[in-house]
């Protein structure tokens, strides 16, 4: 996959804190925030899948056991 760049305008106060929190866990600033993104990123599609699911079961809140679906899959 070919890289790209991408400018975060930062305060020096801010900038030191970053550069300085990613040392400290043995990673550069650059990989610490590509990650931290992709995290929030990721967090955020995990949370609206959740509420979809949710409001699915509020709808209609029918639960199946394990030994039930084991069954219905012929897996016992």
């Known amino acids: 996959m070919t ?5 975060v ?4 106060r801010e900038k030191s804190l ?7 866990f043995g990673t550069t600033a650059s990989d610490f925030m590509r990650r931290s993104a992709l995290e929030r990123i990721e967090d955020d599609i995990d949370i ?7 409001a699915e079961f509020d709808a209609n809140p029918v639960t199946h056991s394990n030994d039930e ?8």
């Open 69 to 76: 679906v084991m069954r219905e899959f012929g897996l016992r």
């Open 9 to 12: 305008r930062l305060d020096e």
């Open 48 to 54: 609206k899948a959740w509420e979809a699911a949710k």
């Open 3 to 7: 890289s790209a760049t991408m400018t």
């Open 18 to 24: 970053i550069a300085d929190y990613a040392k400290t």
